[in-house]
């Protein structure tokens, strides 16, 4: 927050809302310039855009970054692409052009278990349509293995070879 104020000038203000209604109600609060949702990621498709629409409608020079739950390449979130800035991933496709390709179960990685492995996927499917003009709106953005508590774990060494120069021959490159 310090560094963003000084070099920025930007204030941040965190406000807990897990639910897309409780998200809704917190920006008819407060008229920030920049909002990141997280949601819990229990929730379904249209909930989320019923409650996402209606925000940049009220006000569209207001940002919206989807921070999406969902760690794999797939969301169910796409539906929310028209209606927001930027949806970051953990993981996303090198080439967006895949998210317009029909996959079983919705990832890449499912479709290949499913042809070539035969394996039953009993109908689970995380995928969701990708409108083609929002594409570029998808984006790497998060990762449990940057936060520092994640990378201090990282850097103890327990008894394996990975030892802290290798981190920092990794982050070298």
């Given at each position: 927050r310090r560094q963003l104020k000084q070099q920025f000038g930007l204030e941040i203000e965190t406000q807990l809302a897990?639910?897309?209604?409780q998200i809704a109600e917190v920006c008819?609060?407060?008229q920030s310039e920049i909002v990141f949702i997280i949601p819990f990621w229990q929730e379904s498709a249209m909930v989320a855009q019923n409650a996402i629409a209606p925000i940049k409608q009220a006000n569209p020079q207001r940002k919206l970054i989807f921070?999406?739950?969902?760690?794999?390449?797939?969301s169910r979130y796409f539906n929310l692409l028209p209606y927001i800035d930027l949806l970051l991933k953990r993981q996303r496709?090198?080439?967006l052009e895949k998210y317009q390709e029909k996959f079983l179960g919705g990832t890449m990685f499912t479709d290949f278990l499913a042809k070539e492995q035969n394996y039953d996927l009993a109908g689970w499917d995380v995928s969701s349509e990708v409108p083609a003009a929002y594409l570029h709106r998808i984006s790497s953005g998060?990762?449990?293995?940057t936060a520092k508590k994640f990378r201090?774990?990282?850097?103890?060494?327990?008894?394996?070879s990975f030892s802290p120069s290798v981190?920092?021959?990794?982050?070298?490159?």
């Amino acid at each position: 927050r310090r560094q963003l104020k000084q070099q920025f000038g930007l204030e941040i203000e965190t406000q807990l809302a897990e639910t897309f209604s409780q998200i809704a109600e917190v920006c008819q609060k407060y008229q920030s310039e920049i909002v990141f949702i997280i949601p819990f990621w229990q929730e379904s498709a249209m909930v989320a855009q019923n409650a996402i629409a209606p925000i940049k409608q009220a006000n569209p020079q207001r940002k919206l970054i989807f921070i999406d739950p969902w760690a794999q390449a797939s969301s169910r979130y796409f539906n929310l692409l028209p209606y927001i800035d930027l949806l970051l991933k953990r993981q996303r496709y090198q080439n967006l052009e895949k998210y317009q390709e029909k996959f079983l179960g919705g990832t890449m990685f499912t479709d290949f278990l499913a042809k070539e492995q035969n394996y039953d996927l009993a109908g689970w499917d995380v995928s969701s349509e990708v409108p083609a003009a929002y594409l570029h709106r998808i984006s790497s953005g998060w990762n449990l293995g940057t936060a520092k508590k994640f990378r201090k774990q990282l850097e103890k060494p327990r008894g394996f070879s990975f030892s802290p120069s290798v981190l920092s021959r990794i982050e070298a490159e």
